[in-house]
C-alpha cells in the first residue's frame, strides 16, 4: 500500500469536478431532486483521533453505513492509507481538507487527491481556488465541493474576521460563484439549504454538516438542523459526526438517522 506524507496533500494536485451520478436507483425524495440511495445520503465523519480508532468506529458500523468522511486531523495522523482501504471495501469517502492556496499549488494537489479514488474533496469556496482546483480536476472523476461558510461561524464571526456580508448572503454569493464555475457542489449549514437550492438548481450536490436530532448537544456548531428537516430543504447528503461516533451505540445512532432521511423523503 502506498505510502502518504503530509506534504503529499499540500504540494500536489488534480480533480474532477462532475455532475453527481448516483451508483444505484432509488425514489426521488420530496424536493424532485436526483434520486440517491438513503444509505449514500448519510455520511459519518471519522473525526477520530488515531487511525485504530477509526478502523474501529467503521468496523462496528459495519454494512449501516456505506460513506465516510475522513477530515484534517485523521489525514495528519496518516490517515490517507486508511482512505485507500475504505475505497478498496467499496465505501465511498469524502476527503474534507478545504484546500485554499495559491492557485498553482491548489490545482497541481487536486491531482494526487483524485488518485485515491475518493469520491469528493473540498475546497473554499475563493473564485481563484475554485478555479485552479476545476483546472486540475479535469478528466478525472472525483466531485469538487466549495466550502460556502463554516458551520461554526456566526455573523459575528463574519463581521470580526472582517467580512460585509452575513452568513446567508455570503454564502448565497459564493454557492452562485461555484455555480459559475463550473464546481460540481458546495458545503452549506442546514440553515441556507432551502433558499440556495432554489438558487442553484436541482443538479448542483448540496453536502450539509450541523445534523443534530431534537435536544440535542451543538457543540461548536452554531447553524444546525434535524436530518428530517434538512432533507426536506433539498439538502443531498448529511454529514453526521459525533451524534453517531459519540453515541453509546453508534450503529443504533447511525441507522436512527438513516430511518429519520427514509421518512423525510418517503
Not at 494537489?109 to 475563493?126: D, E, N, P
Request: charged share 20%; proline share 5%; aromatic share 4%.
Amino acid at each position: 500500500m502506498a505510502r502518504w506524507a503530509l506534504d503529499d496533500i499540500v504540494h500536489v494536485g488534480r480533480v474532477a469536478s462532475r455532475a453527481f451520478c448516483p451508483l444505484q436507483t432509488a425514489s426521488t425524495d420530496v424536493t424532485g431532486m436526483r434520486p440517491i440511495p438513503v444509505s449514500d445520503r448519510l455520511i459519518v465523519a471519522l473525526d477520530a483521533a488515531s487511525i485504530a480508532e477509526a478502523k474501529a468506529l467503521v468496523d462496528r458500523l459495519g454494512a449501516s453505513v456505506s460513506f465516510y468522511k475522513v477530515g484534517l486531523e485523521l489525514t495528519c495522523a496518516g490517515g490517507l492509507p486508511l482512505v485507500e482501504e475504505l475505497v478498496a471495501k467499496g465505501k465511498h469517502v469524502f476527503l474534507d481538507l478545504k484546500l485554499h492556496d495559491i492557485p498553482n499549488t491548489v490545482e497541481r494537489a487536486t491531482s494526487k487527491v483524485a488518485r485515491l479514488g475518493v469520491r469528493f474533496l473540498t475546497i473554499h469556496a475563493y473564485p481563484q481556488t475554485m478555479a485552479a482546483a476545476r483546472r486540475g480536476a479535469e478528466g478525472a472523476s472525483l466531485y469538487l465541493l466549495a466550502v460556502t461558510v463554516l458551520t461554526s461561524c456566526d455573523d459575528a464571526d463574519l463581521a470580526a474576521a472582517g467580512y460585509a456580508f452575513g452568513t446567508k448572503a455570503l454564502v448565497s454569493r459564493r454557492a452562485a460563484q461555484a455555480k459559475a464555475e463550473g464546481i460540481a457542489g458546495i458545503v452549506l449549514s442546514p440553515e441556507e439549504v432551502s433558499d440556495v437550492r432554489v438558487e442553484v438548481g436541482p443538479q448542483m450536490i448540496l453536502v450539509v454538516p450541523g445534523i443534530r436530532q431534537s435536544g440535542g448537544a451543538a457543540g461548536d456548531q452554531k447553524r444546525v438542523m434535524s436530518a428530517r428537516d434538512t432533507i426536506r430543504a433539498g439538502a443531498d447528503h448529511l454529514v453526521v459526526g459525533r451524534p453517531i461516533t459519540r453515541a453509546p451505540d453508534p450503529e443504533a445512532a447511525a441507522e436512527a438517522i438513516l430511518a429519520e432521511i427514509a421518512a423525510a423523503q418517503a
